[in-house]
């Protein structure tokens, strides 16, 4: 099970549009962790269309919906035969090509930053010095579990925003050095969503009946 998480983790932080500020440069006004914990605790919902690269520079798109507390689903474009789904307790790694489901609590994963408006970030994060003051990058990971990977979330300064941030993207990077990047777009924050959006067929029941 590890191997394959370690691969979804790839396969949830490669360069691509999203540009993570290195760890020099322009030194990040005060208050800006406050923000981006202020922006994350307004976060109900989203829905966004995502570009995923990972280390190898395959790319996948899809769509995101996102739904606190805990819930999130990634559909892959038509063709792609995976579903990533948390449904508020856990977060579930299906392949239907070969009738495989994987599961992990939603607290093992670097996306728990965003699921559960609970967590203080200052606890655990910091942001991450850049060049370009429209940008906040927030890097976060448990130093008490190193296994859980690191995330770098991607904010944008928006005016018209909720909290005047918006959630850009991420760069995932799990414990084995897998880089996958996330990139969002058409991103539409504190619409409704449904709770049916986080149910998804079990394809091991189909196996079992044959």
Do not use: C
């Not at 609590?105 to 728990?112: A, F, K, Q």
């Not at 777009?185 to 619409?191: A, I």
């Amino acid at each position: 099970m590890k191997v394959r998480f370690l691969t979804l983790a790839a396969a949830l932080a490669a360069p691509v549009a999203i540009a993570v500020p290195a760890t020099t440069g322009i030194a990040a006004p005060a208050g800006d962790l406050a923000a981006v914990q202020a922006y994350l605790g307004s976060l109900d919902t989203m829905t966004a269309r995502f570009i995923q690269t990972d280390r190898a520079g395959k790319v996948l798109t899809g769509t995101l919906s996102l739904k606190k507390p805990g819930k999130i689903r990634f559909q892959y474009e038509k063709g792609v035969p995976i579903l990533i789904v948390g449904d508020g307790k856990a977060l579930f790694f299906i392949d239907y090509s070969v009738n495989q489901v994987q599961r992990w609590p939603i607290g093992d994963s670097p996306l728990s930053v965003l699921l559960d408006s609970k967590k203080d970030i200052g606890t655990f994060a910091r942001i991450v010095p850049g060049g370009d003051p429209r940008v906040i990058s927030v890097e976060a990971s448990d130093p008490k579990h190193p296994q859980y990977g690191r995330i770098t979330l991607v904010f944008a300064r928006n005016a018209a925003a909720s909290g005047g941030l918006m959630l850009q993207g991420w760069v995932a990077l799990d414990s084995q050095n897998n880089r996958t990047t996330v990139r969002l777009s058409d991103q539409k924050t504190n619409v409704p969503v449904s709770d049916n959006t986080f149910r998804w067929n079990d394809p091991r029941r189909t196996t079992r009946g044959r």
